[in-house]
């Protein structure tokens, strides 16, 4: 007999991937263009193995003592591949480094300086993403649109960073005009990235779309959603919690 978990879960996934199919037909991409990231914050290690098991390879995680409270859990999972979604710490760069294989959130200088560091020490280098705040709210982290390429440009010279994309959470509203307008700034903030022909930038990825608007950040180019609820289901805090470790961790 299956658990209720196992139950809904399962068929949430399916659910999903159904919309991102048609999402996708709708404006004549192939659905395999599409990543799916499950978005893990309050997520508990079994309900990541749940998913897994069912075929889903890539995680989020918002928070760095969080994630590494799972890994123990996860490693019977060497397969899935973890990624940092969430506003990083510059002290706690070195801990991110023990789980995630790229860092989504990168939207400061001191953070670009503080991991190329880190990542010459241990001689290695890290995909990243850089994140834009697309929708100009106060509220939200990421480099405002008209920084975003003088930005690249400095990351670029940097040695064990690899730029592969942007990432964006857009302007939450109910109408999806508003929500469509801060994705299509992301594609066009994209094209303008590749055209500057920078070393070690390859802008491949475009991360933005979330439970709420995952469809309409399909048709405006994402090649990575990140979903959390539509999955795993409602969570207790508000998202702004989680955007914002700075007094939960020291
Ligand atoms: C929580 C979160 C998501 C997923 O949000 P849902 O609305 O639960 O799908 C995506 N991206 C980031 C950065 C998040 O923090």
Redesign the pocket.
């Known amino acids: 007999m299956e658990s209720d978990d196992r139950i809904n879960i399962k068929q949430n996934l399916l659910t999903v991937h159904k919309r991102i199919e048609a999402a996708c037909h709708r404006v004549h991409r192939p659905p395999q263009d599409v990543r799916l990231?499950l978005?893990c914050?309050t997520v508990p290690a079994t309900h990541i193995l749940l998913a897994h098991h069912l075929g889903e390879r890539l995680i989020?995680e918002?928070r760095v003592q969080e994630a590494l409270s799972k890994i123990d859990h996860l490693q019977i999972a060497p397969t899935l591949e973890h990624h940092f979604?969430?506003h990083l710490q510059s002290n706690k760069v070195r801990h991110a480094l023990r789980f995630a294989t790229c860092i989504?959130?990168i939207d400061r200088l001191s953070l670009v300086r503080k991991l190329e560091q880190e990542l010459q020490k241990q001689g290695r280098s890290l995909d990243i993403l850089i994140q834009v705040n697309t929708s100009y709210e106060e509220s939200k982290f990421g480099l405002h649109p008209d920084k975003t390429l003088a930005f690249i440009r400095q990351v670029s010279q940097t040695d064990c960073l690899k730029i592969k994309g942007l990432?964006t959470?857009g302007l939450f509203s109910s109408q999806p005009e508003p929500v469509r307008t801060c994705f299509r700034r992301l594609a066009t903030l994209r094209e303008q990235a590749k055209q500057l022909n920078l070393p070690r930038v390859e802008m491949e990825t475009l991360s933005m779309g979330?439970?709420?608007d995952?469809e309409t950040a399909i048709e405006e180019g994402a090649t990575m959603i990140?979903?959390?609820?539509?999955?795993?289901g409602a969570?207790s805090y508000p998202?702004s919690y989680?955007?914002n470790e700075e007094e939960e961790e020291k």
């Open positions: 990231l978005a914050k989020g918002n979604i969430g989504q959130s990432m959470i979330m439970s709420h995952f990140r979903i959390g609820s539509a999955i795993f969570r998202d989680y955007w």
